[in-house]
């Protein structure tokens, strides 16, 4: 009971900032979609410089920007719930539950965007194209991705695990 006298039902509460079974805010759902477009773009945006840079073929570029988009997206998790003191086995269960779906589903639509474009997968980094099809990518990946993610915190997965440590 609260001080009014009226009884709560609190089982449905998962983390806090009202992250109910019922659903998440669109505001929660977009934040935590932005925090793993910042991990994605950078290590995607490494990946395919790095790729582009070395003269490697669409496969090989494609695996490793994808590869460093979970490493920097998990990486940014992990470190945020390392500072609030987790141990570096649990945080990495944290970064785990909270991104892999998140970056699994906007590392797909934005290849698929990349590999989609006509020409964008050979163009050069000085290439207009090659950003342009990058950066729309990510645009189209943020807007898929954040409904994903707002499913999954009303229902205390996905990022909402990482709430429990702010």
């Known amino acids: 009971m609260d001080h009014t006298g009226h ?12 992250h109910a079974a ?11 979609t932005l925090h793993c477009l ?11 410089v790095i790729g582009t840079a070395l003269g490697w073929g669409d496969l090989p570029t494609m695996a490793l920007a994808i590869a460093l988009a979970f490493l ?21 269960k944290v970064a785990l539950a909270a991104d892999t779906v998140s ?10 965007i990349i590999a989609l474009v006509p020409g964008a997968m050979d163009a050069h980094l000085s290439d207009t194209l090659f950003w342009s099809a990058l950066l729309g990518g ?4 943020f807007v898929v991705t954040t409904p994903v993610n707002k499913w999954l915190i009303g229902r205390g997965k996905g990022h909402a ?3 429990a440590y702010h």
């Open 103 to 112: 970056i699994a589903v906007m590392e797909l639509v934005d290849n698929g």
């Open 161 to 163: 695990v990482v709430h």
């Open 138 to 141: 990510f645009v189209v990946a």
């Open 38 to 48: 910042l991990g994605c773009a950078i290590g995607e945006i490494l990946g395919m």
């Open 22 to 32: 019922a659903g998440a805010s669109w505001g929660t759902a977009v934040k935590a």
């Open 72 to 92: 920097f997206g998990y990486s940014f998790t992990l470190f945020a719930v390392r500072r609030a003191g987790v141990s570096l086995k649990q945080a990495f």
């Open 7 to 18: 009884h709560h039902d609190h089982s449905a509460h998962h983390g806090h900032h009202g």
